[in-house]
């Protein structure tokens, strides 16, 4: 079946402009995980989704990053204002259910954040 | 507070050889174990995973991972590398605690011809 889509795959824009990160989860997967993956970094938890319930936002490096999740399915993650230090490749995953009982997440192909 | 510590951010061996990616992690409770790796201008993928049950874990393209508790260990092994394992690998931990998957900071694994 399909797998986790995300769009565009990369995205360059300049310093102080929004951007808007679309991940497709797979189909019937309730958890919905946004990571950063910067150069020579491991992925850096940015925010999670589970059903219906509020969002864990924990991870989020600053007010500029929002997300959301419509109807269960797609989510956005917003960028406003952006910096330099964003650029990075941002990761969308989902998974039938949490980490907390040890489902496997399966990642997008990521998007590619420029910010010049 | 869980952390994973890859050692080694670059590890190279020669075709044929014995693979050992190493993986520690702390965590007080019993932890969900994971591999991922990262083929060039790919997506993460599953390698394997450990949640219950026996402790060395086959996966993917011949690679298994043993859970030491004693020594907070899941290290990644393959007998003879190949050079299509050539890639980014990623140790990762979840726990039943909690909702998050952490991530070591990645190994990325070079196979000389």
């Known amino acids: 079946g399909a797998g986790v889509s995300q769009s565009p795959s990369n995205k360059v824009t300049e310093k102080g402009k929004d951007v808007e990160l679309r991940c497709d989860p797979i189909?019937?997967?309730?958890?919905l995980y946004w990571y950063r993956q910067s150069l020579g970094q491991g992925l850096e938890f940015l925010i999670y989704?589970?059903?219906?319930?509020?969002?864990?936002k924990s991870g989020l490096p600053s007010d500029r990053f929002s997300a959301e999740r419509t109807g269960g399915s797609v989510s956005t993650l917003t960028i406003q204002r952006t910096q330099q230090e964003d650029s990075a490749v941002y990761l969308c995953a989902s998974s039938v259910g949490l980490a907390g009982v040890g489902d496997t997440q399966y990642f997008g192909p990521g998007t590619r954040l420029t910010v010049l | 507070a869980q952390s994973v510590t890859q050692l080694g951010s670059h590890v190279s061996v020669s075709e044929g050889a014995l693979v050992l990616l190493r993986c520690n992690y702390s965590?007080?409770?019993?932890?969900?174990l994971f591999w991922y790796v990262q083929y060039p201008n790919q997506g993460l993928q599953l390698l394997l995973k450990y949640t219950t049950g026996a402790t060395l874990v086959k996966g993917i393209n011949g690679f298994e991972a043993e859970f030491k508790k004693s020594e907070t260990s899941f290290h990644l092994t393959k007998p003879s590398a190949h050079m299509s394992d050539a890639a980014e690998y990623f140790c990762?931990?979840?726990?039943?605690?909690?909702?998050?998957?952490?991530f070591g900071t990645g190994t990325s694994l070079t196979v000389i011809p």
């Open positions: 189909s019937g997967h309730t958890a």
């Open positions: 989704f589970q059903g219906n319930s509020a969002p864990d």
């Open positions: 965590s007080s409770v019993p932890p969900y």
């Open positions: 990762a931990v979840s726990e039943n605690t909690g909702n998050q998957f952490y």
